[in-house]
């Protein structure tokens, strides 16, 4: 699939220009934010809580699948933006006193599905990248170990798979940060802003980026959850990890963009 395409589908899909993320800037530990988004989310979860249980469990079930079924693993990145956005549609509702069903959720999210759909591909693009770069980057270092000891010094040198898996990990999670931090708010700009899906993309990595101390936090747990992936079981994982990220989105949407966008009208 061509840039062209994605070119395409992001001028269709919204023509209205993402806001500029506001830095969140002021006496508050970083971690104070996250603390407020959460409130946030709760809230939404108390006026709605079969629809959020429901999607903890769905989530829940499909990462099961997945360790289960490796080949369902894109699957996770190309849906994710369309449960992020049915979440963004219900707490929006929620602040403005009018929760809303899922039938009008589901349709809003139809709307734009195309957009969506285009941030899950691209995502899944770059993962890929970072994938190909760490075989890359750790069959280079095999190489070279091989060559100079021999093959016998490999599992000396290499460690073996645990290793190996976290050397991989480290080259790739560069470009695993810069598909997750673009990710993370476009959904929320593409069906409240009904902005393009690249250009969500690119502001919701400028907010990242502007933000990088807050975005940090959000790393070092999913990089925590990936090396330790061997020794904690994924459900766990994803029962400990997948709520709270869930729930602190739209808060940061609202800090980050909401209010810029309100000005900038």
């Given at each position: 699939?061509?840039?062209?395409y ?38 939404a ?44 549609i ?73 290793l ?23 959904p929320?700009l593409v069906?409240?802003?009904?902005a ?7 502001s ?62």
């Amino acid at each position: 699939m061509s840039l062209h395409y994605l070119t395409d589908v992001s001028r269709s899909a919204g023509r209205r220009p993402a806001p500029a993320p506001a830095h969140l800037d002021g006496f508050q530990l970083d971690a104070m934010f996250i603390l407020d988004w959460l409130e946030t989310g709760w809230r939404a979860v108390r006026s709605q809580p079969l629809l959020w249980l429901g999607t903890w469990f769905v989530c829940a079930a499909f990462a099961v699948a997945c360790k289960r079924v490796p080949l369902l693993r894109p699957a996770i990145v190309l849906l994710a933006p369309l449960v992020v956005g049915t979440l963004m549609i219900a707490q929006e509702r929620v602040r403005i006193g009018r929760p809303a069903r899922l039938r009008d959720m589901l349709g809003t999210v139809a709307q734009h599905a195309y957009a969506l759909l285009t941030i899950g591909l691209a995502s899944a693009t770059l993962i890929v990248v970072g994938y190909v770069l760490s075989a890359v980057v750790v069959d280079a270092t095999v190489l070279k170990s091989f060559v100079t000891s021999g093959v016998h010094h490999l599992s000396i040198t290499y460690g073996g798979a645990d290793l190996h898996g976290t050397v991989a990990t480290l080259v790739a999670l560069p470009i695993f940060t810069v598909a997750l931090a673009a990710a993370w708010f476009a959904p929320a700009l593409v069906v409240l802003r009904d902005a393009g899906p690249l250009d969500a993309m690119a502001s919701s990595l400028h907010g990242a980026v502007r933000n990088w101390r807050t975005t940090l936090i959000y790393v070092v747990a999913v990089a925590d959850a990936v090396l330790l992936a061997r020794q904690i079981p994924l459900l766990i994982t994803s029962l400990a990890l997948m709520p709270p990220m869930l729930l602190s989105i739209y808060g940061g949407y609202r800090d980050l963009f909401a209010s810029s966008a309100s000005t900038a009208a």
